[in-house]
């Protein structure tokens, strides 16, 4: 269906062209024949002056303004070339009038309004010009009447095709409008949900991780006598939610931002892996990584590796928190693939409800233009592995950059 639409204006375009050019032959044909025969023109005279009346018929649907140069020209040659003594219809031809005609049409559509309204009194001054007698610029009853005709018809051509022109420029910019508004009530809409969303995260999830940091950090005061190893364990717990509400307070910054094309906050990246490899070292899981030499994938794919690696690693800690992780980080070719495994554990049941980090994480790699497969491995662990691309493209990188 989408490749009908596309071709759709392409093959109006293309018979609006075809029916111009079946047109401009006959009218070629049926010009060239009257010169020759009711107008006793030279052959040779007669079919050129024919071929470039309707030459210009077809140039002006291109180039309007040259194509009215190029009629005027024309008129004023085959006005010029008819026999004073001929009875027929002059100073302009039945075909010749036709044709003009239909040009003024064409360029009052297709041009500024000028172009037709200049068209017009050249087209009477190049007859006028062209047929007037030898000392004399006057004309017969018939000849005026012919002239008559051409100047009311053509001049009501002339406002008719201008006023359509005008409609549709003005209908064009409604359209275009319209389309900016409704652009500007999607844009006001949205950035209302995200000021919602960002109070609910709030609301939610932030006063709850403040109650969590300052009980950590004030455990210590609170129960004299702790442990060492306990303590430490605790101010662990603190620094983990101070860290946690950083980020936190950054994406609401970010939902409650109008425009997000700039964000000064410093995002995590590769360089940051090690930190959150130990991080979860301390939290009691045993974890192994490699990454290749001078690892720098840019800050764009180093957020969305770390990110990969931080859920993947967090639901190792939440599913099966006596296994053992491995994070293998690899460039071949133009890819770069992050595997995370771990080995077979009792998973913790308690932490096993549907949440949403794989699906974050597929979405997040589906906007680099990357896959990622995860599941089960054949001795009983479990695995995910992206595969991202090293070289982003600039719509990948518009994409990527607005996401928090």
């Known amino acids: 269906m989408q490749k009908v639409r596309e071709l759709g204006p392409l093959s109006q375009v293309r018979w609006d062209r075809i029916i111009l050019l079946i047109v401009a032959l006959i009218l070629l044909a049926v010009a060239a024949t009257l010169n020759t025969t009711v107008y006793s023109m030279n052959i040779v005279i007669g079919l050129l002056l024919a071929a470039a009346h309707a030459g210009s018929l077809l140039l002006s649907y291109f180039r309007p303004f040259l194509g009215m140069i190029a009629s005027l020209i024309s008129v004023l040659l085959i006005a010029a070339a008819l026999e004073p003594s001929s009875t027929s219809a002059k100073p302009f ?64 051509l002339v406002v008719a095709s201008c006023v359509a022109r005008q409609w549709q420029l003005i209908r064009t910019q409604l359209t275009a409008e319209r389309n900016v508004s409704a652009a500007e009530a999607a844009r006001r809409q949205l950035v209302e949900e995200r000021a919602g969303i960002a109070r609910e995260l709030h609301d939610v999830v932030a006063h709850g991780m403040s109650l969590v940091t300052v009980q950590a950090t004030t455990a210590r005061y609170r129960y004299p006598g702790m442990d060492e190893k306990v303590a430490a364990e605790f101010e662990e717990i603190a620094e983990h939610s101070r860290r ?110 549907g949440g949403h980090g794989l699906i974050g994480m597929q979405e997040r790699v589906q906007v680099m233009g990357g896959t990622l497969r995860y599941g089960p491995t054949d001795d009983g662990g479990f695995q995910v592995e992206a595969r991202l691309p090293r070289i982003l493209g600039p719509a990948t990188n518009e994409k990527a950059g607005k996401r928090p």
């Open 93 to 156: 031809t039945i075909v010749g009038m036709l044709t003009q005609l239909i040009i003024l049409a064409i360029c009052g559509l297709r041009a500024p309004w000028y172009v037709a309204a200049l068209g017009w009194l050249g087209s009477l001054g190049a007859v006028a010009i062209g047929g007037s007698r030898i000392g004399s610029l006057f004309f017969t009853a018939n000849e005026t009447g012919n002239l008559v005709v051409f100047a009311s018809v053509g001049f009501g």
């Open 244 to 353: 946690a509400m950083t980020e936190m307070r950054h994406m609401l910054g970010v939902l409650r931002a109008e425009n997000t094309d700039k964000e000064t906050v410093p995002q995590p990246g590769a360089a940051d892996l090690k930190a959150l490899v130990e991080s979860i070292r301390r939290a009691g899981i045993a974890v192994d990584i490699s990454t290749p030499a001078g690892f720098d994938p840019g800050p764009i794919l180093g957020l969305t590796v770390y990110r990969i690696v931080q859920e993947a690693l967090s639901n190792v800690v939440r599913h099966a928190p006596d296994s053992r992780a491995t994070v293998r980080i690899t460039q071949p070719g133009e890819r770069i693939v992050v595997l995370v495994q771990n080995r077979p554990a009792v998973l913790n049941s308690s932490e096993h409800s």
